[in-house]
């Protein structure tokens, strides 16, 4: 019998794509099973590619989609979305020409499986467990819910990708963060990822790929698991991982890409070795319970800045460190929020239901719950953005957009919205918005515009009363 | 990929913590397909006022700054997303170094590949460069990347770590893309050696 030593999850999938082994002074070189592209970050990588003349070494490989600087506005009379933003028609043509050139996949804005590219990989498939997944955004963590290694890069490596289906890195260290307990009724993943980020800050994660463990992350379904795995970035890390289970073989199964038949029977039983070995150790390591955990809402201009919904804003005099401290008056001052004020009872302008951590069917379904039979608030703008045309047309399937229309919200095509602010949905400097995107800093959603972060169920409970509400208390 | 080797220059303080990337250089300039041109939106919510003129009390406008080819700024610098914009937007301004406790993973290896470089310093290194470049901002520092320290006015020397690799693609120039494309053959071995884990073009 041989016996190698125990591993986790993040070492299994590092060594099964290792190229080249990482010495004293060169980086690993690092085989990419899965790039994703879109309109933002590839042009001058593309560009690159042209003025050294290389092809795009694994176009099957390689899939594109449009989500970032396209409108979501409805579609017009002959069934297309206006593009009303000259330079983002140009980038998006830009993008068309490009992956026809160099022979990649694209879905293209209103196609049928267009939408968000951390929404579309899992849901075609093509995002599954053991895989190394990159894509030129830092919400690539999302994959990781498979138990795939996924991380977001720079345009220059979009490039190497490109060429060479495979990167120059150097070895990350392992975190643990482990959720004992169950969720108490009314508390999400959202409310998990927030509450880790606000333990462990912004830059806890640095360096790290984390790996989500412990029974609360064992009973959450995938879209819940995707949901924090998004927002590892938010903690610092590139990277977070949860291990393959049953949940996610039959989340996976089926898809247009999974494989089938032998094949598929093959695949689980390699995914089944994936898990983290008993006995293997991680660089560093918290538990949190999660039946201790409230709803969580941030207050200041970067995710960090979170706090149980029932509890008041913290009073920069009680922090010691000054940098911390002005930091702290800073964001106060840009959100114009009082030290010890209550969030429960603050006004909002805007409620934004979407983006890559929280615009998938559950998360619809979950907004959709405390809306029916209810309205939106007078003078509140709702947004309710799929994270991509499938989900649109099952939310519709399922009567969802008429929930929501019938509330008085606005029931938008698939992309990332009101998350990033470049496709003409934005706030107005100063007003208040209310979002299940996963950016608070400042201006993130608008100009001027103030972000406050919380889960769908928070979000939509909210719209309905214009200010921040505890959704336990709408069931 | 332009070397980096010495550089001697003034410096610009930013003495704020976790200046993401998006108060760097904000989405609504992430339209273009080009790197270049985005120097004059670099912090532009920070820099300009509602009509587009500068903030006389930002930093970067001040008239003893202009020049500035190093940047001083609080920890976690260049958080959040991964727009390679970023360098883009801070080189395209004439910066050539960033001085900062701590850098986020990314920016850091995006800085790395435009041969912008980031240097770490502990917080009283920090401090003190702050008090320097507001005291007197004409005081010039020199960064020696081969011997990987800075040396203040007073001839003091501080030593900064850098990754092995970053630190000799910087001083030669050296682009990783070629580096990687040398790697060819191990990349076809290991392509015959492994599974097609996706194939995107077909449908199972
Ligand atoms: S939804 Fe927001 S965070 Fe997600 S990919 Fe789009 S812009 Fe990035």
């Known amino acids: 019998m041989t016996s190698s030593p125990p591993r986790t999850l993040f070492d299994k999938v590092w060594d099964a794509h290792v190229v080249t082994p990482q010495q004293d002074d060169t980086p690993a070189t690092l085989y990419i099973d899965l790039h994703l592209v879109h309109e933002v970050t590839s042009p001058q990588a593309f560009s690159q590619l042209r003025e050294r003349g290389l092809r795009v070494r694994r176009p099957d490989h390689t899939l594109a989609t449009m989500d970032h600087s396209t409108p979501t506005l409805p579609r017009n009379a002959k069934g297309i979305i206006p593009i009303l933003d000259a330079m983002a028609a140009a980038q998006l043509e830009q993008l068309k020409q490009n992956c026809d050139e160099f022979g990649i996949p694209v879905y293209e804005l209103g196609s049928e499986n267009q939408g968000i590219v951390h929404v579309i990989g899992p849901e075609q498939g093509l995002t599954q467990p053991g895989m190394t997944i990159v894509c030129g955004d830092s919400h690539t963590s999302t994959h990781g819910a498979f138990g795939a290694l996924a991380f977001g890069i720079g345009t220059s490596e979009v490039a190497h990708v490109l060429a060479t289906q495979c990167l120059l890195q150097s070895r990350p260290k392992t975190f643990e963060i482990r959720v004992d307990g169950r969720l108490k009724p009314g508390v999400t993943a959202k409310d998990i990822i927030l509450a880790v980020i606000a333990r462990i800050g912004i830059d806890g994660g640095t360096g790290h790929v984390f790996e989500y463990t412990g029974e609360a992350i064992r009973s959450l379904n995938m879209e819940g698991r995707m949901t924090i795995c998004n927002m590892s970035i938010e903690g610092g890390a590139r990277a977070g991982m949860v291990a393959p289970d049953d949940t996610t073989f039959e989340y996976v199964a089926g898809r247009p890409y999974a494989p089938q038949g032998q094949a598929w029977d093959n695949a689980v039983r390699t995914w089944r070795q994936l898990p983290t070995d008993e006995g293997a150790s991680y660089d560093r390591s918290i538990t949190l319970n999660a039946s201790t955990l409230e709803p969580m809402i941030t207050y200041g201009t970067n995710p960090g800045m979170g706090i149980p919904i029932s509890e008041r804003i913290p009073d920069p005099a009680s922090i010691g460190d000054l940098s911390q401290r002005q930091a702290l008056e800073k964001a106060l001052n840009y959100m114009a929020l009082k030290p010890g004020q209550p969030l429960l009872g603050q006004k909002v302008d805007v409620v934004f239901i979407g983006s890559c951590t929280n615009s998938r069917i559950s998360d619809l379904r979950a907004a959709a719950q405390v809306l029916r039979g209810r309205r939106v608030a007078d003078g509140i703008r709702m947004l309710v953005v799929p994270g991509s045309q499938r989900v649109k047309r099952q939310a519709e399937a399922e009567g969802l957009d008429k929930i929501f229309r019938e509330a008085g919200a606005e029931w938008r095509e698939a992309g990332c919205s009101m998350c990033i602010a470049m496709n003409g949905d934005q706030l107005q400097p100063g007003q208040y918005a209310i979002s299940t995107s996963n950016r608070n800093f400042e201006g993130r959603q608008g100009k001027g515009g103030r972000t406050f972060l919380a889960s769908p169920l928070t979000a939509a409970a909210a719209a309905v009363t214009g200010r921040i509400t505890d959704a336990r208390e709408m069931f | ?204």
């Open chain 2, 1 to 204: 990929m332009p070397a980096f080797t010495t550089l001697t220059g003034t410096m610009v303080p930013l003495p704020i913590e976790n200046i993401d990337t998006d108060q760097i250089i904000p989405a609504r300039f992430l339209k273009t397909t080009d790197k270049t041109g985005l120097g004059n939106n670099l912090f532009a919510d920070w820099r300009y006022d509602d009509d587009g003129n500068p903030r006389p009390d930002f930093p970067l406008n001040q008239p003893q700054y202009q020049g500035a080819q190093i940047l001083l700024a609080g920890d976690n610098f260049g958080c959040g997303s991964s727009r390679e914009h970023a360098p883009w937007a801070l080189i395209g301004y004439g910066l050539r170094a960033i001085i900062s406790t701590r850098f986020a993973d990314i920016f850091r290896n995006n800085a790395l590949k435009n041969g912008l470089l980031p240097v770490t310093v502990d917080q009283a290194t920090l401090q003190q460069l702050f008090s320097l470049s507001t005291e007197d901002p004409a005081t010039a520092i020199t960064i020696d990347l081969a011997s990987q320290t800075v040396t203040l006015p007073d001839g003091r020397t501080l030593s900064f770590p850098i990754d092995g690799f970053a630190r000799y693609c910087l001083l030669n120039g050296v682009d990783q893309l070629g580096y990687l494309m040398q790697q060819m053959p191990q990349i076809e071995a290991y392509e015959r050696t492994h599974p097609d884990r996706v194939n995107t073009l077909q449908p199972q």
